[in-house]
């Protein structure tokens, strides 16, 4: 049956004193209100049901997602969409459930689409940031890999994920997925995911800079071998 846009929202607002005497209980006791808090967490409450599956009321669905992230300003196929995951601590990839969104977006302060907003823009200017960057990609490695009892991230996902995050700053780095996607190996390690980074910061584009003695992990070891053996054909 088709559910109409009219009661999806009335089935949200009939359930905020619900939820007001939810969060009361499980922030404050109960007693002792944190009347802000409360109310953003109401709000943020009401955007999520906005992009809610209509089925699914917990999580939101692919063009939910879609929406959400267009209209805060962030590129839903970019890495602004990865930041705002980042900063809500989302667990698993491509999904925006309900109660991860209230707590997170409360947390920071959003009490509406405008406080949001905001947010989406502090992340974006955090990613510009050397050392915030380098948090989240770190981060990042365990969000793509979901399950705490995996050590590594398939291959492919790690190759269709690098060029999202660096965009076109580095050089080397089109040739290493290259390299990567044509190669034996299935998996990329977490040593392997956080040294890429340091070794992309470093080297120079010829690789002139690069030591043997240096402790890179293996997989970059043979990345250069290559490189240099395809340069000398």
């Known amino acids: 049956a088709v559910v109409s846009t009219q009661s999806t929202w009335e089935a949200v607002v009939s359930t905020q004193s619900t939820w007001k005497q939810w969060y009361q209980r499980r922030v404050h006791g109960s ?35 879609m929406q959400f992230f267009s209209d805060v300003g962030a590129n839903p196929e970019g890495i602004e969409a990865l930041g705002v995951a980042w900063i809500l601590g989302l667990q698993e990839m491509g999904d925006i459930d309900r109660q991860p969104f209230i707590d997170g977006f409360s ?7 405008s406080d949001i907003r905001k947010q989406v823009d502090k992340v974006k200017s955090q990613l510009k940031d050397q050392g915030s960057f380098k948090k989240f990609y770190r981060w990042l490695f365990t969000h793509l890999k979901g399950d705490d009892k995996k050590k ?31 190669s034996e190996t299935d998996y990329v390690t977490k040593d392997v995911w956080e040294q890429l980074l340091d070794f992309l910061r470093e080297m120079k584009s010829d690789l002139s800079n690069f030591e043997e003695m240096a402790a890179w992990p293996v997989l970059v070891d043979e990345f250069v071998e290559a490189v240099s053996k395809e340069e000398k054909t």
């Not at 009347?35 to 009321?57: C, F, I, L």
């Not at 947390?107 to 689409?113: A, D, E, Q, T």
């Not at 398939?154 to 044509?182: H, M, S």
Request: proline residues 4%; hydrophobic residues 40%; negative net charge.
């Open 31 to 65: 007693s002792g209100i944190n009347a802000e808090y409360m109310e953003a967490v109401v709000s943020t409450q009401s955007v999520h049901g906005k992009y809610a599956d209509r089925e699914e009321k917990d999580s939101m669905d692919a063009e939910g997602m």
């Open 107 to 113: 947390k920071l302060g959003c009490s509406g689409m």
């Open 152 to 182: 590594a991230i398939p291959a492919d996902l790690a190759t269709q994920i690098w060029p999202i995050v660096f965009g076109d700053r580095y050089p080397l780095l089109g040739r290493f997925c290259d390299f990567l996607d044509n």
